[in-house]
């Protein structure tokens, strides 16, 4: 078994809400090793950048809105199948659809508040972190 990096945000609706050490706690509580982490205001053009995938969607005008409506922390986890772990311990997109005990059954509001993002796959974890961390603020 190989370790893995995977990338996280805590995002505006968690921040808001004092959530940041709540959150993380479920993470360590499952494994994941928080190896970088940084409380920013994303910029308009951060946010339009990290989700262009999502560009002709309907919602992405309101998500770049809400990524910039108050601070984030930007994190690097890290953990032997970090992107599965990390994924599986958020729950679903949609805090209704997700199990108990996961971050968004926990903390989100809705599918657009869900408090936190994770990377979908190994690459583009990869992408995610060069965005926002240069190697040597990783220390794992
Ligand atoms: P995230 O994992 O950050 O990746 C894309 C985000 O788009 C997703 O979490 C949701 O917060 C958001 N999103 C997905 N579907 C919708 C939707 N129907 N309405 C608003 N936001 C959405």
Redesign the pocket.
């Known amino acids: 078994m190989t370790l893995e990096r995977t990338f996280s ?1 805590i ?1 505006p609706d968690a921040t808001k809400r004092n959530l940041t050490g709540a959150i993380n706690k479920v993470f360590e509580d499952n494994g994941l090793r928080i190896v970088a982490q940084r409380r920013i205001q994303m910029s308009e053009d951060q946010a339009k950048k990290f ?1 262009e995938v ?1 560009a002709e ?3 992405y005008g ?2 770049v809105e ?1 990524m910039t409506s108050e601070p984030v922390v930007v994190q690097v986890l890290e953990a032997e199948n970090a992107v599965a772990k990390h994924r599986e311990v958020m729950g679903a ?2 805090p209704e659809e997700a199990a108990d005990g996961t971050v968004r059954k926990l903390y989100a509001l ?5 408090s ?3 990377s ?1 796959s190994l690459e583009n974890a990869n992408l995610e972190i060069a965005q926002f961390f240069k190697d040597e603020e990783i220390v794992g």
């Open positions: 945000i995002k989700y999502h969607r309907p919602f309101e998500l809400f997109t949609n809705s599918i657009g508040e869900n936190v993002h994770g979908d």
